[in-house]
């Protein structure tokens, strides 16, 4: 299997509000930028909309390490998802998990591949992550202005 390292960060101006997330697919030595976002948003939803994308981006089954400075995404899908799905969609105190519908579209993603996902320290100097971060920011602002 292919091995690729995704980075991902989103943002909400407001939060919420205006959202932008962003994906960098590395394979290879090779790099390939997805952005994009949405009026109204969380920082939440931004986060697991960029590791969403950044797996459907995959053509085929591959080994792949997701990085994310959020520890919702990394430790949703390592630890709390499963039971989660066992309860119903139900958090440990019984209320219905918030953005199901993109937890339920992330593990779709997932399901082609072998993932690993890695948390990373937001804005300490990580190049990709901080790359990431400029881009989700951009994509979000342009939301903001009403150029999508």
Not at 42 to 60: D, H, P, S, W, Y
Not at 72 to 82: L, T
């Amino acid at each position: 299997m292919q091995e690729v390292i995704i980075y991902c960060d989103g943002c909400s101006l407001d939060n919420p509000g205006p959202g932008g997330w962003a994906a960098i697919l590395v394979y290879n030595g090779v790099e390939k930028e997805f952005v994009g976002g949405e009026l109204a948003s969380t920082n939440n939803r931004a986060e697991l909309q960029a590791a969403t994308i950044g797996l459907q981006a995959l053509k085929r089954g591959c080994t792949v390490k997701v990085v994310s400075d959020s520890q919702y995404v990394v430790k949703g899908m390592s630890e709390w998802v499963a039971g989660w799905q066992r309860k119903g969609w139900r958090t440990a105190n019984g209320d219905p998990v918030k953005n199901r519908e993109l937890w339920e579209a992330l593990l779709e993603a997932v399901k082609p591949h072998n993932v690993k996902w890695e948390w990373v320290k937001g804005h300490a100097g990580h190049h990709y992550n901080e790359r990431c971060d400029v881009l989700a920011k951009e994509a979000a602002l342009k939301f903001k202005a009403g150029v999508s």
